[in-house]
């Protein structure tokens, strides 16, 4: 499963949960996330997010 992390404080953008608080559907790819998207954690730009690769226990 991809995450897409913040690089500065370490929040991970969850697709089947997004982000409802700052008006990102759940199941939204992190693609389709307008370019003007913030972690809502740090304030960090969507330019400051790594894709990575994690295990899903839930399976």
Known sequence: M???????????????????????EPETEF????????CPLCGASKEDFEEVEVEDDNI
């Open 31 to 38: 693609m389709e996330i307008p370019s003007d998207w913030v």
């Open 2 to 24: 991809k995450k897409f992390v913040c690089a500065l404080c370490g929040y991970a953008y969850d697709v089947n949960t997004g982000d409802p608080d700052n008006g990102v």
